[in-house]
């Protein structure tokens, strides 16, 4: 089969022939329709210092799939050949506290597929059970393909109460806009929206945002302020990483409220626990992954109802041979999400 | 000033000239906008036996209601004149465990306007601050006169998870709609819902039940089981207080599910305790009232970002002077809310 | 290896050698060091119409164990050998909604051990990895067996808010008197109980309560109505199955308390849902098996901290051969739990 | 009557004559028994930098107090000559959205008792109906006056998950040790203490400590690694202020854990919030006062039931007069709590 492989420890990656893998006793092998290209991805392929210091070449690249199950394993009990499924990235090891009290998203044995073993940027792939999600006939593939990412941000929306509660959403790549489309779905508002470019803030308007912030040039403060008789928003979404934002993330929330911090910064973060935590009260929460699998089935019920949609967020649609040309648009900074055909 | 009042022990109503009531201390008068009429008023209305039993004749009748501020008690706080303001109908202590912990709405020294006190059926209307709250100046009078049975369908599909869940919904009078339109708002579904009457069916899709059951020609429990794989749904709002309505609702509600239950019966219900309840680990709810003042705040939100559409349930607009015409429609069932513009 | 075996349908059981199970692939073999007689094994043992119709002889009894491991299948990954561990009785199937949304107590694939599938009243028992959880050395098997019914009384206490509130626990068996020791262990109190004998309110003091009722002759309403100021508890935690006490429940809750129902009533309960359920705005509970494995974790704490004392709950101990008189000790009701050394 | 007066701008505070207040139409006058002093008393005694930009001399100081209703004024109407009560030092404004929906803590016209307007250092005190909470008979008046600090311990212990939770408080101050003392309460640990001095770490052991760490020669990170199999626990409580405490409180806990910071550092605080708080998915809470009045019935329940005994905290005990030699106690470090009685 046709696999996008990591096969040096170099930038690049290749489209090779590899067998077709042996279905996991206890999963299934899955014909692969659509993926899409994750920021990990991303890094993996630039073979930056992360991956350089994580990932052992070759592996098949890609965590973000929807297919067709083609064979079972002996001891799978849920799957069958002919379902349609999709899964989630993180393969956690089901035994530790973290894994049986429901917080499997933080579990400290997660191997990330793609990553740490041979991942879907394939035209099939062997996926243990426990890690398969059944996708609505209703939803496309590829849109079904882009739930991993989608789930950081159901996650992320959904780690309080977010009914009716105004959002500032801070950062508007893919999971940013996912957030926004999300807390709309779900009856949040207003939605505040601040990002450095016009594109996405264009998409962040298509997906449901009430109000948006270029910045560093408009001030989404003193917009806040304005809009909410000063109290600041009930909750902040933090989906940049840029130490400023996260900064402005306490700052924009009101007494009570809740920051949720997704963006992953580079460097330590100083902040005024005294005034913009401890004295307003505030609930931060560090977002990693999705809840497995509350996450999904939340997600899975509002893509199949239709009361979230997502394609706005879904720009460009590329074959799977031409992968590198997705990455360069990753580069650009010009798309929502890349979606590969396989 | 002109208002409806209860004058005696029998059925009925006068429009009688009553002088303009004073502000309390910490409160304001109000020149009343909109009214909405309860079932509650129906009852006061007929003078049936629980009426009968608690109403003390004179008082000016009404509880739902959107208004102006146009005089302000010495000692209110956070009101001027000019405000745009509507109403809680339970009239709370505010001193016992319960409305110091976020449960007032099962205070026991509670009073209802309209019923033991005077209400707002009224062109002016003097109101406790502690019972008012402020609209947004998006939401028009009639609609905002409704926020008070509003808030019981919002304090009910809300007191639990709710996003993404599947949900049945019993009873389509006002309150069942209300319940549909605002499960629709949060990314609920899918929506089933069931009623006795086409009329009532009709307006249950136009807010937004994705399946509906005439009751008791259409099954709903098949239905639900065939649309659920034979779970379940999620979630049980029983709104009709109907005994069959009730102990089905134990039974269409999933293994772990949860069940909120709003419409009262009038008599004792059985109930499988064994079967319907414990081996499914259910979690039953008595819903009465609204969160003082979470469902309000909840309420004014998704109303004023338009998440929320309530205008298909207001059927039916009438002058104050024609309150009769309006008791009349409630009596048919053939109407969703019907509002009064004084 | 000896092992008690349901071998025919009839009363009774049988003391029997039997081979040595193998552990499973994803499991482990354990040699039982203490085991605990659940009401379950009781109702196989005597052959009643429930386990006429669901156990299929023979089988090993029993479910309620402690031991150490003695192999481990080839794909366990996180036992080894000399692991002290015990173990649930619900054998889920880790794939449906409520098994992956923490919910696997209301798994609707759930095999119970002793029941439907080989138990642990057995020198080795066989069990699957997922169904095991390691003990603290601190706590003795014996105490350590009976985890699964503490489990039981773990997840009913815990199923709502219970620090510093008060607490009416209706029938003191083994699980109503594990129940008032995990609510005095965790700051809840008052705490009243009640029962038919003497014997089990002389544990019920023991163990942590503060005012006790032997039904039907002392009152227990009117001892809450006295103590609590005529509010009534907290907390109802209803473990005798018996019907009055269903319905008493409900009485003896506050407005806005809790009643969490694990006892079974044998036939329907005819409820006042109107005045005891929905005007008091209570939120009812059907409690069944534990929360997988969040209850396992917490008891395991308050176990091996010491703050949890169940010892005066454990009546009676017998060697493992003595089994019939163990059963007889359950038919008199002249005992808390009984643990057999193996 | 006898007063503790902030007189002037300056260090120190005078016993003064002043005329007895009289009771606010809504609240009641109280013959204060017991007082203890807070840090807040110790601030404004020396007149730093915080007491200077907000203090207006003249002042009664005080606001932790237990004592007797003695008058009552028309408007109260849960209040009665003879009630023995105490008080939440926080004079919130009722009407704004947090006091409304269940944070008054965070309300921000809060005024602090003793700061912002006359306070309890007195024979008498004049306190609003709504500030007021009645005591239990069986707590005496040394330990009810000191319920308003204890309810920040409460607060902070209970907020999140803490039954069967391993804990770490870092700071042995009044309310680091009341929150050690409440952690063991409600079935809490390990619990793990650190602090700089001897002397508090002695009382830490006293109200429950399992283990202590004299910082900084003592590594209280290796101990919980050591003693949580490098999961690190479940629950930090910061109390100390201390910049190092608060980037150790985030190593402390394990993956999913809660860190509940309440001690307020002088300076701002470098964070790495990418490994230490998002990929940790943990959750950091800003804790300020006490749920109003959640906190107050659950420490009055506590408290009453005998389950909390913080007797070892209240160090030193004084007369009225000697309020200058409290406040040297203070200075020194070597106390818990000082209580003046009145």
């Known amino acids: 089969m046709k696999a996008i492989v990591k096969t040096t420890g170099a930038a690049g990656a290749d489209l090779r022939e590899v067998p077709v893998p042996t279905p996991p006793r206890d999963g299934a092998l899955v014909r692969v329709k659509s993926v899409s290209i994750c920021g990990t991805d991303f890094h993996v392929y630039n073979w930056d210092a992360w991956a350089a210091g994580r990932v052992r070449p070759p592996v098949v690249m890609g965590h973000e799939w929807a297919g067709e199950v083609v064979e079972v394993g002996p001891e799978a009990q849920s799957l069958k050949v002919g379902d349609y499924v999709s899964g989630e990235s993180h393969r956690v090891c089901g035994h530790c506290l973290q894994c049986r009290t429901g917080q499997g998203h933080v579990c400290r044995n997660t191997q990330i597929f793609g990553v740490d073993t041979n991942g879907c940027f394939a035209e099939y792939f062997a996926v243990p059970e426990a890690s398969v999600l059944k996708n609505d006939a ?40 996912f957030a ?98 401890i004295f307003k009260g505030l609930t931060v929460q560090g977002i990693v992954g999705r809840r497995l699998y509350d996450t999904w089935y939340t997600m899975k019920s509002l893509l199949a109802s239709g009361r979230l949609d997502v394609s706005p967020i879904l720009t460009h649609r590329l074959p799977f041979e031409e992968f590198a040309a997705g990455m360069e648009l990753m580069r650009s900074g010009q798309c929502g999400k890349v979606v590969l055909t396989v």
């Open 138 to 177: 209703r939803v496309r593939p590829e849109i079904a393909c882009m739930q991993d990412p989608l789930g950081n941000a159901v996650h992320a929306a959904l780690a309080g109460e977010i009914i009716g509660q105004s959002v500032a959403v801070l950062g508007c790549g893919p999971i940013g806009l």
């Open 180 to 277: 926004i489309a999300v807390a709309r779905a779900v009856g949040a508002g207003p939605i505040w929206a601040s990002d450095t470019t016009d594109y996405r803030l264009n998409l962040a308007c298509k997906v449901g945002a009430d109000h948006i912030a270029r910045v560093p040039d408009e001030n989404i403060e003193t917009q806040v302020a304005n809009g909410t008789d000063g109290q600041g928003v009930d909750v902040v979404l933090e989906m940049s990483g840029a130490v400023p934002a996260i900064q402005q993330a306490l700052r924009l929330a009101r007494p009570g409220g809740r920051v949720s911090l997704m963006g992953i910064p580079s460097q330590a973060v100083s902040l005024d626990i005294a005034e913009d935590l």
